[in-house]
């Protein structure tokens, strides 16, 4: 069955608390449709409901320390413990050794040996696809850096992106959703809705076997410790989501989830221990969410959905 996973960093579950949590007071009307009308917090989850299924999930590794975005979104996008790997947990962007690993057990490359079809939603521009034309050097002065997940779309091939081209044509998503950080660095792009947004993702995801997008905004506001600008962040995402849960055909499974907290609690501003939450809805929610505990168990999840139809367990 075909699998939209929709990344969002930054995103654990916190305390009930709207002094210091922002999506106790976002008004996030889609993201409670999940959780039986409640906010995303601590004592809302595990739930469960017809097709829908919400788990608390790891993201410490069995690694002392905060967890932190290079080795947590290496650890989502490949079933391997990278931050066991590398001995340590490990911010930003992925080191040579965490490359290595999403080189070789990338899920969108484990997508690809099973002769199916990944793609990568968020719209990358020109400087992208130049340095991969230039075969991905590592600049000294650190001009580009990729991310897990661009690094784990790569090692299926440059055919998984999609280009600011195809964002304009409507056939990519803004990692900011309705354009606005796109317009501030000079895109000549309109805004966007982002229920629309939503609906886009969900008619391309339609048409591939395994999509993914990523919004790092979450994490961004989290570490501003700004509530204001985290609740506004927060509602954006909310209709995304909702667009997306709108137009999503029946047979796909969506899978949400996040590698570390830190938008929860705005009392802090590191990353926090909390766990995060996976929400599966769709076919087969049940069978992926008996699956998952850790982020170790994200991509092996969903590659059991995929080949589910195949009648591999």
């Known amino acids: 069955m075909p699998v939209f996973l929709c990344f969002i960093d930054g995103v654990g579950l916190g305390a009930d608390d709207p002094a210091v949590n922002p999506l106790v007071l976002a008004r996030m009307p889609a993201l409670r449709s999940l959780l039986g009308g409640r906010p995303l917090v601590r004592g809302a989850v595990p739930w469960t409901a017809p097709g829908l299924?919400?788990?608390?999930?790891?993201?410490?590794?069995?690694?002392?320390?905060?967890?932190?975005?290079?080795?947590?979104?290496?650890?989502?996008?490949?079933?391997?413990?990278?931050?066991?790997?590398?001995?340590?947990h490990l911010?930003?962007?992925?080191t040579p050794n965490l490359r290595a690993i999403l080189e070789v057990h990338s899920i969108f490359k484990q997508v690809k040996a099973l002769g199916r079809r990944g793609t990568f939603l968020n719209a990358f521009g020109p400087q992208f696809f130049t340095w991969v034309a230039e075969g991905q050097p590592?600049?000294?002065?650190?001009?580009?850096?990729?991310?897990?997940?661009?690094?784990a779309a790569l090692a299926?091939?440059?055919e998984a992106f999609r280009?600011?081209?195809?964002?304009?044509?409507?056939?990519?998503?803004?990692?900011?959703?309705?354009h606005t950080v796109m317009r501030e660095r000079g895109y000549a792009l309109p805004m966007l809705d982002p229920a629309e947004a939503g609906r886009r993702?969900?008619?391309?995801?339609?048409?591939?076997?395994?999509?993914?997008?990523?919004?790092?905004?979450?994490?961004?506001?989290?570490?501003?410790?700004?509530?204001a600008e985290a609740i506004r962040v927060l509602e954006r995402l909310d209709a995304f989501l909702g667009g997306l849960l709108e137009a999503l055909p029946p047979d796909?499974?969506?899978?949400?989830?996040?590698?570390?907290?830190?938008?929860?609690?705005?009392?802090?501003?590191s990353h926090t221990l909390n766990d995060v939450a996976t929400i599966l809805k769709g076919p087969g929610a049940e069978a992926a969410a008996e699956r998952i505990r850790s982020l170790t168990d994200i991509?092996?999840?969903?590659?059991?959905?995929?080949?589910?139809a195949d009648g591999v367990a």
């Open 53 to 88: 299924k919400v788990v608390a999930t790891d993201p410490r590794l069995d690694v002392p320390g905060l967890p932190q975005s290079a080795t947590g979104q290496t650890t989502i996008f490949t079933g391997t413990n990278a931050a066991q790997a590398i001995g340590r």
């Open 156 to 158: 299926a091939g440059v």
């Open 299 to 308: 991509t092996p999840a969903i590659i059991a959905a995929i080949t589910h």
């Open 201 to 227: 993702a969900a008619r391309i995801a339609g048409d591939h076997d395994f999509a993914l997008y990523e919004h790092f905004l979450t994490d961004k506001a989290g570490h501003a410790r700004d509530m």
């Open 138 to 151: 590592l600049h000294p002065d650190r001009r580009y850096r990729p991310s897990a997940s661009t690094l």
């Open 91 to 94: 911010y930003a962007y992925p």
């Open 252 to 269: 796909v499974l969506l899978v949400i989830t996040s590698d570390h907290g830190n938008i929860e609690d705005l009392s802090v501003k």
């Open 163 to 178: 280009s600011v081209e195809q964002l304009q044509a409507g056939e990519a998503v803004a990692f900011d959703i309705d």
